[in-house]
């Protein structure tokens, strides 16, 4: 039997939507139509967030729960209405990518099957120079989200002495993001820098809850994701559904919402009667564009007080989080394990759970922050690594390197396209 198909009227622009019916989320049942709904009734604050900047299709075609795949270049085949622009990465490579300005767009993606709406920090016409500062607060393993909202009231503390406006959401998933617009006059190096910067500071105001830390075994609490303001780097903006069991949204708060927000009260079908009450959230987002001068002059400060002598002579130490400095190909010096690298997590998972079945009493002596699973990108989709930090196990009892319960090569067959 045929597939079906609708063709809605958006804005005067016909969409074809395939298969309205099919189940995005099986847990809670939401279809594809009630997802483009959604969005259309959220399309003036999902807009402000991603519309005018390119992105890439994070496709779940076979519905949340199965692996997506990602499209950096535009489909050859699609509308005269849907915009692209023609985005440089750092490998050198280029890709077309879509540029959402409009409700149909936005529908037109969601058919593709997208769930989030993954744009890049830069609008269209100026993709040298972001227009938005990026805050991404990741947990490790372990913390509650108590801790989240703490150290997101001391990035926003932070913000304010530097003179810029944070604006706060959910993440929709484990952590919380705070976004920032910024005139256009810094290029992604410097936005990242002043991204660092800002990490450092939460990380020295609220030591035991923040870290800046990059290399992932050495952290603790919730790391200040500096790299998100990346040249090739994308998050799910204000309004997206997340791709998690019960439809949640990255919803925009009131910062007076923020410590006692509940990250599972914001859904595809509670976001919708916020916006109704309280309007969009981050309405005046783009009145509030500031200067990144004072978090520059903040990494310069840094530094220098990092070249500053010590006792030993004038050493200068590691930049934070490393053993060794710019001479040298830096080495964690944690022992770390690796025991899986799978197609699927829970193909990786499973494997954890072999090893653990072999080394019980090791896995006794770990805490949720060892556990380091870690979501791989690869040429079109994600894959899963697992490692242990064995730290906290004593040297005589650590069980070494052994063949990986689960070994996927996830460029199989790539290596062979290169010249």
Excluded at 51 to 69: A, D, E, N, T, W
Excluded at 81 to 90: A, I
Excluded at 216 to 240: L, M, P
Aim: with cysteine; hydrophobic share 40%.
């Amino acid at each position: 039997m045929a597939a079906s198909a609708e063709v809605w009227d958006i804005g005067g622009r016909p969409v074809r939507i395939t298969n309205p019916d099919a189940v995005r989320f099986p847990v809670t049942g939401h279809t594809k139509r009630d997802l483009i709904r959604y969005y259309l009734t959220a399309a003036d604050g999902a807009l402000r967030g991603a519309g005018g900047r390119p992105q890439i299709l994070k496709r779940y075609v076979k519905g949340v729960g199965r692996p997506p795949f990602f499209q950096k270049r535009a489909p050859a085949s699609r509308p005269g209405w849907v915009e692209t622009v023609t985005l440089s990465y750092p490998s050198g490579r280029t890709a077309e990518e879509v540029v959402v300005n409009h409700p149909a767009q936005l529908a037109w993606i969601v058919n593709l099957g997208c769930v989030d709406l993954n744009p890049h920090a830069v609008r269209a016409d100026d993709l040298d120079h972001p227009d938005e500062l990026r805050v991404d607060l990741d947990p490790v393993r372990g913390v509650t989200w108590a801790q989240v909202t703490e150290v997101a009231l001391v990035v926003r503390d932070v913000l304010a002495d530097a003179g810029l406006v944070g604006w706060p959401k959910t993440s929709g998933a484990r952590g919380f993001h705070i976004n920032c617009r910024i005139a256009r006059r810094w290029t992604f190096p410097q936005v990242r820098r002043a991204a660092e910067a800002l990490a450092r500071e939460v990380a020295r105001r609220a030591p035991e809850s923040a870290t800046a830390r990059w290399w992932k075994e050495e952290r603790h609490g919730v790391f200040v994701d500096y790299n998100q303001n990346a040249r090739d780097r994308t998050v799910a903006s204000a309004y997206s559904v997340r791709p998690v069991p019960d439809a949640r949204v990255s919803t925009p708060l009131r910062w007076d919402e923020v410590s006692d927000c509940d990250p599972a009260a914001f859904t595809i079908d509670t976001v919708t009667d916020r916006i109704a009450a309280l309007g969009d959230l981050t309405a005046g987002i783009d009145d509030a564009v500031g200067s990144l001068d004072a978090l520059l002059a903040l990494a310069d400060e840094q530094d220098a007080a990092e070249r500053a002598p010590t006792g030993d002579g004038p050493v200068a130490p590691a930049p934070p989080g490393h053993d060794s400095g710019a001479s040298g190909r830096r080495r964690t010096s944690m022992p770390l394990i690796e025991v899986a690298r799978a197609a699927t997590a829970e193909e990786a998972m499973d494997g954890l759970a072999r090893w653990r079945q072999r080394h019980p009493q090791v896995w006794a002596m770990l805490e949720p922050a060892d556990v380091l699973v870690d979501a791989m990108r690869g040429r079109s989709s994600t894959w899963t690594r697992i490692r242990l930090n064995l730290r906290r196990v004593p040297a005589d009892r650590r069980p070494s390197q052994e063949p990986l319960e689960v070994d996927y090569d996830p460029w199989r067959g790539v290596r062979d396209e290169r010249p």
